[in-house]
């Protein structure tokens, strides 16, 4: 298993304005998965963090909106840049176990865009 | 694209009773793998249940069994003897089989509820 801490926990946030959201996990892992749960939706897989390379994001996410920093194997930073109301979401870190597709989530990060 | 449906936005169960979740999927491909999670208040995400498709024999983890009918592209949790600390969120999920893609498609979740 793998602990993940993330921070804030919360924020209330201007818009216009950034904030970084933090990840770090107890182990090192080669990728780390950031993840978007808009109220009342479904997680969305922004883009997965590979330590010594750019992240590769999925579609309808871009580097300029969601900048993303891997340092090294146990840290990530995903950055949601210039927020409006709209990207007012949990925000989660995720990383694979052992076993394929079992992933473990931080408690996610609650933004709220005014 | 794969879609994962998930029909009941919400359900509730009596203590002790049993209670199965709904979802089907779409997919072109044969082989993947699905996923239970379940996310209580507190947010943080586990994983409840898996299954890859290419096994006939359905996934069972104490309590929790699933029902894969992989011709019907459905794939429902019963959840046995339910207590309290089973109320959460449950997400059915799906993932390629292999490849660079690691991606989980989630459905839109399950609120479960259990009265005492």
């Known amino acids: 298993s793998a602990v993940i801490s993330q921070k804030p926990s919360r924020d209330i946030c201007q818009r216009g304005t950034s904030l970084t959201i933090q990840c770090q996990v107890d182990s090192q892992v080669t990728m780390m998965f950031w993840y978007r749960q808009q109220p009342g939706q479904s997680l969305t897989l922004i883009a997965t963090?590979?330590?010594?390379?750019?992240?590769?994001?999925e579609s309808g996410f871009v580097i300029d909106k969601f900048p993303i920093s891997r340092p090294n194997l146990t840290f990530s930073t995903l950055t949601v840049s210039n927020m409006s109301p709209e990207d007012s979401s949990i925000y989660l870190c995720?990383?694979?176990?052992?076993?394929?597709?079992?992933?473990?989530f931080g408690e996610g990060s609650r933004l709220t865009v005014l | 694209a794969q879609t994962v449906t998930q029909s009941q936005p919400e359900m509730s169960v009596q203590e002790a009773e049993t209670v199965t979740l709904s979802c089907t999927y779409d997919?072109?491909?044969?082989?993947?793998?699905l996923f239970w999670y379940k996310q209580p208040p507190s947010r943080q995400m586990i994983l409840v249940i898996r299954q890859e498709a290419y096994k006939q024999q359905n996934a069972t983890e104490n309590r929790f069994s699933v029902n894969f009918q992989k011709a019907a592209k459905s794939f429902s949790l019963k959840i046995s003897d339910s207590q309290l600390g089973d109320a959460a969120m449950y997400f059915c999920?799906?993932?390629?089989?292999?490849?660079?893609?690691?991606?989980?498609?989630f459905g839109k979740g399950t609120l479960l509820t259990v009265n005492p």
């Open positions: 997919t072109s491909e044969s082989d993947y793998y």
């Open positions: 963090a590979n330590q010594g390379s750019e992240a590769t994001y």
């Open positions: 995720s990383v694979e176990g052992g076993r394929v597709g079992e992933l473990f």
């Open positions: 999920a799906y993932r390629t089989l292999g490849g660079s893609n690691y991606k989980l498609t």
